[in-house]
């Protein structure tokens, strides 16, 4: 495992003033590298880094700049990135923000249009979130996963700002017997307010520190709130401290740990389909209940291993190896755990019908969906979980829209409408 202590010294050139809102440290070719980085995404579990991780992050940086952004601490990952994991990087920049006012330098914004990867360290969430959120910084960051495809990671705080829904952390941390008394309480601070644009984590919730403390039942109350309040059907990913999850750029995740050694996993968390409904009782001062029969929520859960050899499918969110099926719930507050069935493929058992009227089936036999009753339709969009068009294009009919080619099978797809009276999306898995 990698350490990264406070008294690293090398070819760090420190530069600190308060005015300017941040303090920086350099070690490399202060040359810009000009290549192509690789793409993906590594979540961290928040104590020690996993040094084959941390490799996988730098190889998808292709021997490009290295930028490591963070709120407090210091320069421990400077001769770590750059030198002693044995990858080569032209450089390793970490710049600490000390206020919200070096989210204006022009300096802070060049490096992050030049990084080719680009790491969050640990910390307090909300420093990122505050410091970042609706400024040039997080727009940047956007731009460089979007359309220069850096890699992306973080650990601990780093990981948990990396989901489309995420626990800012404004009112201060929250442990799980508080998020399941009270998922309203005044410290579960769950947004979905755009921030950070990673691939294949829109509508995942992340969290870190799994077993120390115990995470899991505050992690199934984020959900809950994302369902009861914006409709949602969030997932969630989570690691063990000292294990890491690394999503390349076909939405694989491999899970990096020291098991069978240590009891090291990473979980992959989604509502299950056959009860869409969402949680019993989420409520203000009230206990959750998110329960259906013991099975609420379904989880695989993935030891990891030194190479990462194990992985999980995010395209579909159903296919892994080296791992386990459990089943979830929440009755009143409390937290269970029993060993359970895959998730089911619900496309083929169950109609959507949306607050904007629709309803939405899919036809086994001819390998098409159909939306009907949606008055006031004005456009159809089928993508993948990236945005690009698969398959034919919608067919509009007198009954509705017609999808005859849902393009490759075992994917997800996305399948966007916009009526006179409001939109929608649905996420389809496509057998």
Same mark, same amino acid.
């Given at each position: 495992m990698g350490k990264h202590l406070a008294f690293v010294v090398g070819?760090?050139?420190?530069? @600190?003033? #308060?005015?300017? /809102?941040?303090?920086? *440290?350099?070690?490399? =070719?202060?040359?810009?590298?000009?290549?192509?980085?690789?793409?993906?995404s590594c979540l961290m579990g928040g104590a020690t880094e996993h040094d084959d991780a941390m490799r996988w992050f730098l190889q998808r940086a292709n021997g490009g700049d290295v930028l490591v952004l963070r709120a407090s601490?210091?320069?421990?990952?400077?001769?770590?990135?750059?030198?002693?994991?044995?990858?080569?990087v032209n450089s390793v920049e970490t710049i600490r923000f000390d206020n919200a006012t070096a989210a204006?330098?022009?300096?802070?914004?060049?490096?992050?249009?030049?990084?080719? @990867?680009? #790491?969050?360290? /640990?910390?307090?969430? *909300?420093?990122?979130? =505050?410091?970042?959120?609706n400024?040039?910084?997080?727009?940047?960051?956007?731009?460089?996963?979007?359309?220069?495809?850096?890699?992306?990671?973080?650990?601990?705080?780093?990981?948990?700002?990396?989901?489309?829904?995420?626990?800012?952390?404004?009112?201060?941390s929250v442990t799980s017997n508080a998020a399941l008394l009270n998922p309203y309480n005044?410290?579960?601070?769950?947004?979905?307010?755009?921030?950070?644009?990673?691939?294949?984590?829109?509508?995942?919730?992340?969290?870190?520190?799994?077993?120390?403390?115990?995470?899991?039942?505050?992690?199934?109350?984020?959900?809950?709130?994302?369902?009861?309040?914006?409709?949602?059907?969030?997932?969630g990913i989570a690691c063990n401290e000292y294990t890491a999850v690394c999503i390349d750029t076909d939405g694989i995740a491999r899970v990096y740990g020291e098991w069978p050694a240590y009891p090291e996993f990473a979980y992959f968390l989604q509502i299950n389909c056959l009860h869409s409904d969402g949680p019993e009782m989420v409520q203000a001062g009230?206990?959750?209940t998110w329960n259906h029969g013991g099975e609420a929520v379904k989880v695989y859960k993935v030891a990891g291993t030194m190479q990462g050899t194990n992985?999980?499918?995010?395209?579909?969110?159903?296919?892994?190896?080296?791992?386990?099926w459990e089943s979830w719930s929440v009755l009143q507050g409390q937290f269970s755990v029993v060993p359970g069935d895959p998730a089911p493929d619900c496309i083929t058992a169950v109609s959507y019908t949306t607050t904007i009227g629709g309803t939405l089936l899919y036809d086994a036999l001819s390998n098409a969906f159909v939306v009907r009753d949606l008055p006031g339709l004005e456009e159809v969009l089928f993508t993948d979980l990236l945005g690009?068009?698969?398959?034919?294009?919608?067919?509009?009919?007198?009954?509705?829209?017609?999808?005859?080619?849902?393009?490759?099978?075992?994917?997800?797809?996305?399948?966007?409408?916009?009526?006179?009276?409001?939109?929608?999306?649905?996420?389809?898995?496509v057998p």
């Open positions: 070819l760090m050139l420190p530069s @600190a003033a #308060w005015a300017q /809102g941040y303090t920086n *440290w350099f070690v490399g =070719n202060a040359e810009d590298a000009v290549v192509q980085a690789l793409g993906g601490g210091s320069n421990g990952y400077q001769n770590y990135f750059h030198s002693e994991l044995g990858i080569p204006n330098s022009t300096y802070v914004q060049d490096r992050i249009r030049r990084a080719e @990867a680009i #790491w969050f360290a /640990g910390g307090d969430q *909300w420093n990122y979130v =505050n410091f970042w959120r400024t040039p910084i997080d727009s940047l960051i956007n731009v460089a996963i979007n359309e220069r495809n850096i890699v992306i990671g973080g650990t601990s705080a780093g990981l948990a700002i990396l989901g489309g829904v995420y626990f800012s952390a404004q009112n201060g005044a410290s579960m601070a769950v947004s979905n307010q755009p921030f950070l644009q990673v691939p294949f984590l829109a509508e995942v919730v992340t969290d870190s520190h799994y077993d120390n403390p115990d995470r899991r039942g505050r992690h199934v109350a984020f959900m809950a709130r994302a369902k009861r309040d914006w409709g949602l059907d969030v997932k009230v206990p959750l992985t999980f499918d995010l395209n579909d969110w159903r296919s892994g190896s080296g791992g386990t690009r068009s698969v398959g034919a294009a919608p067919e509009f009919t007198a009954d509705g829209v017609l999808i005859r080619d849902a393009g490759p099978a075992g994917g997800m797809r996305l399948l966007r409408v916009r009526t006179a009276y409001g939109e929608r999306t649905w996420k389809l898995f």
